[in-house]
């Protein structure tokens, strides 16, 4: 078993749609990161967060601590957001799980 | 700021032969350094992580070895090439476990 699943593994949304990605994990970790990687192979990461919310943009994060989960939202989904979203967690191993990721498409 | 240099962008490398991937970071002192793969149709796999000059973990059993000669220059090799090891190569770098940087990549082709 994977320390960090996502789903789902592929998404293919309208413009304008709202989108969730969820992740669960079953190690201890520091902190979760959300990350975007475009079919040039680039990654950015979008959120780094240990409890909460964060917000930017039309993109939210949320996480739940006691139940190991963590979704990531769009809002008003456009086709400039396709790409992969990625679940990873940070332990205080210094060390990095990543999911396999969820490969988003939004028509136009 | 800090930037991220990888390279070089493309390899196509035979069967055999032998492989340096270098990473170099800008702006920071003291990062955690890490290599990944990702493999076609698979997700990131973490290869090796740093803390420091001269420290290297390794996550996965394989051809490859790291090296850390600098605080910010992180080197990924293998002395024979394996099929296998064909994928995308990403340095990236972190302070402890927050957020991770990441460098542009490495498309490595082993034919």
Not at chain 1, 71 to 80: G, Q, Y
Not at chain 2, 37 to 56: H, K, M, N, P, T
Request: charge should be neutral; proline fraction near 5%.
């Amino acid at each position: 078993k994977n320390e960090v699943e996502q789903s789902p593994q592929n998404l293919t949304a309208q413009e304008g749609e709202f989108i969730t990605i969820n992740c669960s994990y079953s190690v201890g970790i520091s902190a979760l990161h959300w990350l975007q990687q475009h079919p040039g192979g680039g990654i950015v990461s979008l959120f780094m967060l240990s409890s909460g919310k964060k917000k930017h943009g039309r993109l939210i994060a949320t996480i739940n601590i006691q139940e190991k989960h963590s979704s990531l939202h769009i809002t008003a989904s456009h086709p400039r957001d396709s790409a992969v979203y990625i679940c990873a967690v940070g332990n205080t191993g210094n060390q990095f799980y990543f999911g396999t990721g969820t490969s988003l498409t939004v028509i136009p | 700021s800090q930037t991220i240099h990888q390279w070089p962008a493309t390899l196509v490398q035979p069967v055999g032969s032998p492989l340096s991937l270098e990473c170099t970071v800008e702006g920071t002192s003291n990062p955690n350094l890490y290599w990944y793969r990702q493999a076609a149709g698979r997700g990131l796999q973490l290869l090796f992580y740093s803390v420091g000059i001269g420290q290297i973990s390794s996550e996965v059993p394989q051809n490859l070895s790291a090296s850390r000669p600098q605080d910010r220059q992180f080197i990924l090799s293998s002395k024979k090439l394996l099929l296998s090891d064909s994928g995308f190569y990403l340095c990236a770098w972190s302070v402890y476990t927050d957020t991770q940087y990441f460098g542009p990549g490495t498309r490595l082709t082993v034919l």
